[in-house]
């Protein structure tokens, strides 16, 4: 069965400081990847995508994730993190042409330290 | 408000109460997808619609579970009997082929 795993279940940082979440699934084919964000008390909200094309893509408030498939992963990536960036992270993972059904890994909860 | 819209926002039931949560999908997307959410884990797909047609669901979904989305825009999730593990977030979220999800806030089923 197709999985997703995010290693990192929380992860503290300073403002300013990088940040890379790591992202792992299991399926072998043709696959679509996605990072969603939650703020406290809000509902999911879509960082980035990848369906094709430029393995490095780049998504909305600086954030940014690279495509190995290689290596399975999709690790997504912020220079110079904010205290506002402070929530839920979830990457998901939809086979092609699979009705666009995600599975979900399990979640990193970041806290930015003021 | 052209996101998408789920009611109720909460909801408390006693066990083997039956419950009915409603979502209210983005106009133009077609697809329509059902998920539950614990605590401190991802959301899980529970069913999926193209249109008015369930196209897939779950091997999750108990046959407490259903759901429907008669003419192709509102969606409902009915859960018969409730189960103290049935208290979940259910999220519904929407979209057109080939593009992300966009969620809706939720609905917290508590059920005591």
């Known amino acids: 069965a197709q999985s997703v795993s995010q290693h990192n279940h929380h992860v503290i940082l300073s403002e300013a400081a990088s940040l890379e979440l790591g992202c792992n699934y299991s399926?072998?084919?043709?696959?679509?990847l996605f990072w969603y964000v939650q703020y406290p008390g809000q509902h999911l909200q879509l960082l980035l995508k990848?369906?094709?094309?430029?393995?490095l893509v780049k998504g909305i408030k600086g954030f940014e994730a690279e495509f190995i498939k290689s290596k399975f992963s999709f690790n997504l990536r912020k220079p110079s993190v904010q205290w506002s960036d402070t929530a839920e992270y979830f990457c998901a993972v939809n086979k092609n042409n699979a009705g666009n059904m995600l599975t979900f890994g399990g979640g990193t909860r970041l806290m930015v330290k003021p | 408000d052209t996101g998408v819209s789920q009611d109720p926002r909460h909801k408390i039931t006693k066990r083997g109460q039956n419950v009915t949560f409603r979502c209210d999908p983005i106009s133009e997307h077609n697809r329509l997808y059902w998920y539950r959410q614990t605590l401190g884990q991802g959301p899980e797909f529970l069913t999926y619609f193209q249109n008015e047609a369930q196209l897939e669901k779950s091997r999750l979904l108990s046959d407490r579970f259903s759901a429907e989305r008669p003419k192709g825009s509102f969606s409902t999730l009915e859960i018969q009997r409730t189960e103290q593990g049935d208290s979940a977030m259910y999220l519904c979220a929407s979209s057109l082929p080939s593009y992300g999800y966009t969620f809706g806030s939720g609905t917290r089923l508590t059920v005591v």
């Open positions: 990848y369906f094709s094309g430029d393995p």
């Open positions: 399926y072998g084919g043709t696959v679509n």
